[in-house]
Each structure stands twice: as C-alpha cells, then as structure tokens.
C-alpha cells in the first residue's frame, strides 16, 4: 500500500529553521502530485492548509503566499523522500505538518488527495 511518513518536527525560537522529510513508498502511478499541508491547532481537518506542493513529474511548485520565499518544497527520488526546508519560522506556523500524495495537479494546487501521512508537529515560539 500507499505509506507516507513524516519526521523533523520539533519546537523551534522565532526565526529559526527546520526541515520536515517525508519518507514516501508505494505510491500509486496516477498519483502526480505532493504537497506539504498545515492543520492548525484548534482547526478542523477539513481547515488543512495546502503550505506547498509539487507535480511528481518534474518542476512545477506552488506555495502558500504566507510561506513564499521562506519554505522550500523539494523531492529526492533516489531517497524516495519528499522535503520542505523551512526558514524564518513565526508562530503563526505553528501546526501539525501532513504529507500527502494527490491524483490532480490543477497547475497551482495539489488535489484529490489519495493518501496522507500521520503529521508531524511544528512548535515555533518566541
């Protein structure tokens, strides 16, 4: 089966930097997509924030105007591991990170999403 696993999340000061990996298997062909999406603490699942994702086949990224220039979404497929470096961390980033592998890359989103990993916790303090 589709297995995504998620890791490298911890608490963080203001202004630092982190990067979450996202260790992939299995994933299903027609799947052309992945992302990074936020939760929010207190939002519902269904409130999940497409943070940034990516077309599997090969350039096309898109972001969140609220991480632009701060986030950095990449895929290593020699690793099978989808990355997002994180940078100038605020708190309003706090949120549990999923993993997610997707069916339809619209052009600017990832979606229908076919498989999510178990998130992986982004504190930022200050």
């Known amino acids: 089966g589709q297995v995504l696993v998620e890791s490298g999340g911890e608490s963080v000061q203001v202004g630092g930097s982190l990067r979450l990996s996202c260790a992939f298997s299995?994933?299903?062909?027609?799947?052309?997509?992945m992302g990074w999406f936020r939760q929010a603490p207190g939002k519902k699942r269904d409130g999940r924030e497409a943070v940034a994702t990516i077309y599997t086949g090969g350039g096309p990224k898109d972001y969140a105007g609220s991480v632009q220039g701060r986030f950095f979404i990449s895929k290593d497929n020699a690793k099978n591991t989808l990355y997002l470096q994180m940078n100038s961390l605020k708190p309003e980033d706090t949120a549990m990170y999923y993993c997610?592998?997707?069916?339809?890359?619209?052009?600017?989103?990832?979606?229908?999403?076919?498989?999510w990993g178990q998130g992986t916790l982004v504190t930022v303090s200050s």
């Open positions: 997610a592998a997707g069916r339809l890359w619209s052009g600017r989103a990832c979606e229908n999403i076919a498989v």
């Open positions: 299995g994933i299903a062909s027609n799947n052309n997509c």
